[in-house]
């Protein structure tokens, strides 16, 4: 699977954006995807996640102000973000994983997007 993300930006504290990760290849429906996100001199935290059996789960401190998102038709992930605060400032990471029925672990990262939470 490749990933290609988009939808980063601008916006104001109390904004909304929303960001979607297109993924290319077969067997969509099968990976786990994830959004990450960077912010400056920190480490990469996990975001949200979608398993392929539908969990979703999210990191406290969005739970409640984002939600995370499939379309298995489209082959997209989408990840709404409401009651930004500056502290979202991050770059964001889209990510898919699927560990096969050979125990192999496929995994993906697509390229950055910018999230700027600022007055």
């Known amino acids: 699977v490749q990933l290609q993300a988009s939808g980063g930006g601008l916006v104001q504290p109390g904004g909304s954006l929303r960001l979607a990760c297109a993924a290319s290849?077969?067997?969509?429906?099968?990976?786990?995807m994830a959004w990450y996100r960077q912010a400056p001199g920190k480490q990469r935290e996990l975001v949200a996640r979608i398993s392929s059996d539908y969990r979703t789960e999210y990191v406290d401190s969005v739970k409640g102000r984002f939600t995370f998102s499939r379309d298995y038709a489209l082959n997209m992930a989408y990840l709404q973000m409401d009651r930004l605060k500056p502290e979202d400032t991050a770059v964001y990471y889209c990510?898919?994983?699927?560990?096969?029925?050979?125990?192999?672990?496929?995994?993906?990262w697509g390229r950055g997007t910018q999230v700027t939470v600022s007055s």
């Open positions: 290849g077969s067997r969509f429906d099968s990976y786990t």
């Open positions: 990510y898919s994983e699927m560990i096969t029925t050979l125990g192999e672990r496929l995994n993906s």
